[in-house]
């Protein structure tokens, strides 16, 4: 289960890059709706972070939770706010799911 929740923490961690990026495309009221959402979604990730960290060591949970943020965020950008893609850009994000299986398979 902790697995699951560390998981979904690291969902909202794309969906607050996800807003933020948003909130940079607004204007007015609609970029202070697209912060909120930011500010929620950070919360929340921090929240179910902290929760999955009380079962999982720290150090796994962290860095599971960074990878998918940062894998996620890459690929939001590339296919919603259509940022270059490259091989080596590729190649990189790539490794970096390895290197989060790689964390799962050898944690308790």
Same mark, same amino acid.
């Given at each position: 289960?902790?697995?699951?929740?560390?998981?979904?923490?690291?969902?909202?961690?794309?969906?607050?890059?996800?807003?933020?990026?948003?909130? %940079?495309? +607004?204007?007015?009221?609609?970029?202070?709706?697209?912060?909120?959402?930011?500010?929620?979604?950070?919360?929340?990730?921090?929240?179910? #972070?902290? %929760?999955? +960290?009380?079962? #999982? !060591?720290?150090? +796994?949970?962290?860095?599971?939770? +960074?990878?998918?943020?940062?894998?996620?965020?890459? #690929?939001?950008?590339?296919?919603?706010?259509?940022? !270059?893609?490259?091989?080596?850009?590729?190649?990189?994000?790539?490794?970096?799911?390895?290197?989060?299986?790689?964390? %799962?398979?050898?944690?308790?």
């Amino acid at each position: 289960m902790n697995w699951f929740i560390l998981i979904i923490a690291g969902l909202s961690e794309v969906a607050f890059a996800f807003c933020l990026g948003k909130a %940079k495309e +607004t204007i007015g009221n609609e970029s202070i709706y697209w912060y909120a959402g930011f500010l929620g979604f950070l919360i929340l990730s921090m929240a179910l #972070l902290i %929760k999955a +960290t009380n079962q #999982l !060591p720290i150090g +796994t949970a962290y860095a599971v939770w +960074t990878g998918i943020g940062a894998v996620g965020t890459v #690929l939001l950008g590339i296919f919603v706010f259509k940022e !270059p893609t490259s091989f080596w850009r590729i190649f990189f994000i790539t490794t970096l799911i390895a290197s989060i299986i790689g964390l %799962k398979m050898v944690s308790n």
